[in-house]
Every structure is written in C-alpha cells, then in structure tokens.
C-alpha cells in the first residue's frame, strides 16, 4: 500500500491551496480517511476526516468553515480544500488510511 500527497506549497494568507492523496493497493472507499498535520516543533494534530460509507466530513475546529475533504472514488484519490489560509496553517500534512501513511507534503502561509 502507498498513500501519495501533493499540491502543498507557498500561498499568501488568505489564498487557496487543495492537496490530493491518492493510493495504490487500496480502495479508499472502503475505509475512512483522514488527514493529519504536523508544524514544527509541535505534535501531529488531526485535521480533517471522511467515512467510508455515507462519506460523512468531521473537521478540527481550527479548519471548519476553511477546509474540505472529500473523495473521488474513480481516481481513490482524497482531497483537501483549504481556503482562507492562516499561517498558523503551516504544516506537513499528511494522509492516513488504517495504519498506512503518507509522506506528507508541505504547506507554507506567508506574506
């Protein structure tokens, strides 16, 4: 199994950035996802999930009303929408399905 992310980079306070993970040798439909990150010097913290089933959304308070995942089940891909970004959004973010992760990619807010 492998969970690959992309589409971090640097944005402007207030600008848009969506990630993507997609996986091979698993179905992600099939198990819910997750997305986590990490800021320097601080612990992972949860950001953001979505169920297998009814593809029912749970958001950190932090990102709710900013963030979005949803999933593409013909491409097994996740996404997370993130708009209106704060620097406190600095992260690695990084996707999680059961016990797999991915290698994160990073996102950076500054002006």
């Known amino acids: 199994v492998q969970l690959v992310e992309s589409g971090g980079g640097l944005v402007q306070p207030g600008g848009s950035l969506r990630l993507s993970c997609t996986a091979s040798?698993?179905?992600?439909?099939?198990?819910?996802s997750k997305w986590f990150r990490q800021a320097p010097g601080k612990e992972r913290e949860y950001v953001a999930g979505?169920?297998?089933?009814?593809?029912?959304?749970y958001y950190a308070d932090s990102v709710k009303g900013r963030f979005t995942i949803a999933r593409d089940k013909p491409k097994n891909t996740v996404y997370l929408q993130m708009n209106s970004l704060k620097p406190e959004d600095t992260a690695v973010y990084s996707c999680n399905v059961l016990d797999y992760w991915g290698q994160g990619t990073q996102v950076t807010v500054s002006s």
């Open positions: 040798g698993l179905t992600f439909t099939n198990y819910p």
């Open positions: 979505i169920s297998n089933d009814r593809d029912l959304t």
